[in-house]
């Protein structure tokens, strides 16, 4: 990988052996919020079977990316592409018969208020499936036990705390056994223990049901010890990509600048905004 | 010359949003009633709906209807008796509330209880992700959230104004028959055969399904197109109530005018 950090389009195009084992394709997506470009020529691949985190600054665009691939929003250009499938092009039948096999992790958890923790976890079981009240039951309660909520299951949602939430929700999010789980934010909020059992949980996943994940995080250490691919967007675009290990041991000055969390660099912290002095004298005019 | 311009261009801009938004609440319209099939076929959900749209209305619904029968008695005795016509105050409490007051003071309240709880419902479900989790779950929010309480206040909304008429009806008789002492047999033997089916109670049901119609359906789509912010959420809930309270009396007028009308 010598492409590593290499800043400009040139290096995001190039093709790189993932792409036939790709899930899910990116390719030269624009996307804009009003007259803000989120991306610009965004391409990456997320390959099958893998775990795959997407590093980047906050308000760089991670979410809208996830909204991207799970087709809540379009692109402007570019192609989105799951399972062989082009998302924007899908009719509302096609796209919710895709939605049924990737769950997206809300980074609020986005759980039912109106029904209890039980329920939740069965909302889709019940949406979607004929199964007996008794499997659903197992299902449900299986699926809790692994997030470690099997006696939490009368709570409402407003009994939760955040991460007790975030819990739940990865349990509703696999209670289908989807083919890929996205995950926004997985580890914001939650105690080391906490965090310890996701980080287990996200990789039980995927090896064991070969489970396709998308991490979106901008916590450097746990996605390095969890992902085996990684990606740091930024500026609309993708500004390096490798292994965890490659992405480690970089020398480029951005991947550097965000793992060691340094200030300055060639990343921008600031929200586009005018000159700061002109700003401040701006009061008089 | 300058503010003329300026305010010609804010009208303009005004009208386009205007237009804009009744477009897109005629479209969502139509989605949801594409829907509303699919909520017949799994009823319990407008069941559910129907309780909390349809009987925790009922308290004020019913208080109300009982508290205008008996003002209705009161204020038409004193007019009737001036002309010696007392024996017919059956008759005018019946009609003022079958033809006119049940369907529109029905409908001004559920707009304000119900209309306004379901848009403050709808829009927080929206605000936090909820609708959102839905979709991405496969589950059109549409068909699980919107049509199955569309549908309950349009079941609800007829029946309310029936119960608040049939509550008015008894108030005139408390204070006609009760407190003032018209003879009772003429006070209902008046109503029976002055009251008509098809002119009076139909027209009065036709009224409070319309209204139903259209105080659910801007309720649901305020909710639904709301700014997902606490602010969104509270505008979206007042619009509600005015943009309805307002529909529901010019459409009343319209209605009425078709109805029983000449011109
Ligand atoms: N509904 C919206 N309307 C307008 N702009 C939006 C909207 N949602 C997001 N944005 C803008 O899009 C940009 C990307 O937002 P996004 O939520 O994808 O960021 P993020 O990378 O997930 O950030 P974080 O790590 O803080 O969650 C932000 O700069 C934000 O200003
Ligand atoms: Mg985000």
């Known amino acids: 990988m010598t492409d590593l950090g290499n800043s400009g389009n040139k290096s995001d195009n190039q093709a790189y052996s993932l792409t036939d084992n790709a899930l899910v394709q990116l390719v030269d997506v624009s996307f804009s919020r009003g007259n803000r470009k989120i991306f610009n020529g965004m391409s990456l691949d997320i390959p099958r079977a893998k775990v795959t985190a997407i590093l980047g600054g906050s308000g760089t665009g991670k979410t809208t990316l996830l909204n991207l691939i799970g087709g809540r929003l379009k692109p402007a250009s570019g192609k989105v592409i799951v399972d062989g499938l082009s998302v924007p092009d899908l009719s509302t039948r096609e796209l919710y018969a895709l939605r049924k096999r990737m769950g997206l992790l809300f980074q609020s958890g986005a759980l039912l208020t109106d029904l209890n923790v039980f329920e939740n976890v069965a909302f889709p079981v019940r949406e979607h499936t004929k199964l007996s009240e008794s499997l659903i039951h197992h299902l449900v309660l299986l699926k809790l036990q692994m997030v470690g909520l099997r006696g939490a299951r009368e709570l409402m949602p407003s009994e939760l705390s955040g991460g007790m939430a975030r819990r739940v929700a990865l349990a509703r999010a696999i209670v289908l056994d989807p083919m890929m789980i996205m995950y926004d934010e997985p580890f914001a909020g939650l105690d080391p223990i906490s965090m310890g059992i996701t980080v287990k949980l996200i990789k039980e996943l995927n090896h064991a049901l070969g489970i396709t994940s998308i991490i979106v995080t901008h916590d450097v250490d746990e996605a390095v010890t969890i992902a085996d691919y990684m990606y740091l967007i930024g500026e609309g675009r993708v500004i390096a990509h490798g292994s965890a290990e490659e992405m480690k041991n970089s020398s480029s000055d951005e991947v550097r600048q965000f793992m060691d969390g340094l200030p300055d660099g060639p990343v921008a912290f600031h929200y586009p905004a005018d000159d700061y002095r002109t700003d401040l004298m701006g009061v008089d005019q | ?263």
């Open chain 2, 1 to 263: 010359m300058k503010f003329l311009i300026k305010f010609l261009l804010s009208l303009g801009e005004w009208g386009i949003a205007r237009i804009t938004r009744l477009g897109r609440g005629s479209q969502f319209l139509f989605e949801t009633l594409t829907h509303v099939g699919q909520s017949l076929v799994r009823f319990r959900l407008v069941y559910h709906q129907i309780y909390s749209v349809g009987v925790l209305t009922l308290l004020i619904i019913m208080v109300s209807g009982l508290f205008v029968g008996m003002v209705l008695g009161l204020q038409g005795y004193y007019t009737l008796s001036d002309f010696g016509a007392e024996s017919s105050l059956g008759l005018l409490v019946a009609l003022s509330l079958t033809r006119e007051l049940g369907p529109v003071v029905a409908a001004l309240l559920f707009a304000g209880r119900a209309g306004s709880a379901l848009t403050a419902e709808i829009g927080l479900m929206k605000a936090t992700e909820q609708l959102a989790g839905m979709e991405m779950m496969a589950v059109n929010p549409l068909e699980r959230v919107i049509a199955p309480r569309f549908l309950a206040g349009l079941i609800s909304m007829p029946l309310l104004a029936a119960i608040f008429t049939a509550l008015g009806v008894w108030g005139g008789h408390i204070v006609g028959v009760g407190l003032i002492g018209v003879d009772e047999g003429l006070f209902w033997s008046r109503m029976q055969g002055g009251v008509d089916f098809y002119d009076d109670i139909l027209n009065g049901f036709i009224k409070s399904l319309v209204f139903g119609f259209i105080v659910t359906w801007i309720a649901v789509f305020e909710g639904y197109d709301c700014v997902p912010t606490s602010e969104g959420v509270s505008r979206a809930t007042t619009r509600t109530v005015v943009n309805s309270s307002l529909a529901i009396l010019g459409l009343d007028f319209i209605l009425t005018s078709l109805m029983f009308g000449e011109i």
